[in-house]
């Protein structure tokens, strides 16, 4: 087994801050264990950026004890008349499903810093968010509300994904893959859009663009299990076009790939049910 290698996690969590990307699950992971093996005696003042970054991460993926451990450190730094703590505690609300506790934490950072776009965009997409949640089954009026505030807020990558979430639960398909596009742009590195880019492109049966962007979620992230599915599903109706290049090599290496996979699997019916598949 191979050696955790703290620095390059570290370096690791830097390099997603510095990009803005937020891969909440890797960044859990990589930071629930900085913090087990309390390495973060180590990290000196990036102390406080790393627990922010890892609660936020936390509340994401419904971490609530590794999230409230990172808030409860920050707390004993900042007071909670610090705005950006504050904001944390209106995610952890809005997380739990508190939506009046989170509405009355946005409400009260906007009044006491007006001026501050950071919290006025943190207000106006959670208001987005907020409007979800209270029009369930008003779906057009969630996308008003994200539109309008995307037209003002173009770089919140997290509003372009909820308004593409709201879009496919409408099956607006090529409205969906317009705001993967524009996702794609703010966040080059995060093989997550593609991903989702790429199903929306198969659905739509652009089959060369969706092959395309299944190669580049493998270019970033290999061995990905549905991209190499959809990469092997491409290319099987590919085989016979001239539009493609490499499509039957790139076919039998998925399929190689995905049987390699599975080769891990300790469910046998699994790998007998994926090799069957396959091989026809």
């Given amino acids: 087994m191979n050696k955790f290698d703290h620095l390059k996690a570290v370096e690791e969590l830097q390099t997603f801050r510095m990009t803005n990307e937020r891969n909440s699950e890797r960044v859990t992971i990589l930071g629930a264990r900085i913090i087990k093996d309390n390495y973060t005696s180590k990290l000196g003042d990036q102390i406080w950026p790393f627990y922010e970054q890892i609660a936020v991460a936390a509340l994401d993926v419904q971490d609530f004890t590794l999230a409230d451990f990172c808030i409860d450190k920050l707390k004993e730094r900042f007071t909670e008349k610090s705005l950006r703590f504050r904001r944390l505690l209106g995610m952890r609300f809005e997380a739990q499903g508190q939506l009046d506790e989170a509405q009355e934490v946005y409400d009260t950072i906007l009044q006491e810093d007006d001026t501050n776009m950071v919290n006025k ?34 770089d919140d ?61 493998l270019e970033l992230c290999t061995d990905n299990v549905r991209a190499l599915y959809g990469l092997q599903l491409c290319a099987s109706k590919l085989l016979t076009s001239t539009e493609v290049n490499h499509v039957s090599d790139l076919h039998a290496l998925a399929t190689e790939r995905l049987l390699q996979v599975y080769k891990k699997e300790p469910a046998e019916s699994m790998k007998q049910l994926i090799q069957e598949y396959l091989s026809q």
């Fill in 121 to 154: 965009k943190t207000k106006t997409k959670q208001k987005s968010i907020l409007i979800k949640y209270l029009a369930r089954n008003k779906e057009q009026d969630m996308i008003d509300a994200l539109t309008k505030y995307l037209d003002t807020y173009y």
């Fill in 157 to 217: 990558h997290e509003a372009w994904l909820e308004l593409c979430d709201a879009y496919l639960s409408k099956h607006m398909y090529d409205q969906a893959a317009y705001c993967c596009e524009e996702i794609i742009l703010l966040q080059p590195s995060n093989h997550i859009c593609y991903l989702k880019y790429a199903e929306i492109l198969y659905t739509l049966n652009h089959l060369p663009l969706a092959f395309k962007h299944y190669c580049k979620v």
